[in-house]
């Protein structure tokens, strides 16, 4: 599956806030269960889970990227926090949260004008949950 991410838009065939139509079949999406889920949401993994949609009586929410997430031809999974600012053309936001992750503390920041969620470990990125962006009425739900 393509991962170019459109910020607010798309990653590669998803489009967020959007009926996910035939994607999960098309490329081998299975269930995802969590023991805790505060959402109610249903998800979807590819990919050994390295890529997960989340939805909402079948409207995409979000998309969580473990392993790729292309904009303009840079996997920004991996990055250093600075390299991503300087390829998004964004600042650095407060810290959201800071959690623990198996044996590891992850730092968690919301990039409201790139419709993103930024996981950090050891200052490199690890995750990136994309998704339309909040506006001024609606609270984005994440995990």
């Not at 607010?8 to 081998?28: A, C, M, Q, V």
Request: hydrophobic content about 35%; charged content about 20%.
């Amino acid at each position: 599956m393509d991962h170019t991410w459109t910020p607010k838009i798309s990653l590669g065939p998803i489009r967020f806030n959007e009926h996910i139509g035939t994607i999960l079949t098309d490329f081998s999406f299975l269930p995802r269960k969590y023991k805790e889920d505060h959402t109610g949401w249903s998800t979807f993994g590819c990919d050994n889970n390295e890529t997960l949609v989340h939805l909402e009586n079948e409207i995409v929410q979000s998309v969580a990227c473990h392993r790729r997430c292309i904009l303009d031809s840079t996997n920004l999974i991996g990055l250093t926090v600075k390299s991503f600012l300087k390829a998004t053309c964004s600042s650095l936001p407060e810290k959201l949260d800071q959690l623990q992750v198996g044996d590891q503390r992850q730092d968690v920041y919301e990039f409201d004008n790139l419709g993103a969620q930024v996981w950090l470990q050891c200052e490199q990125i690890v995750t990136i949950i994309c998704d339309a962006g909040a506006d001024e009425d609606t609270a984005i739900q994440h995990f």
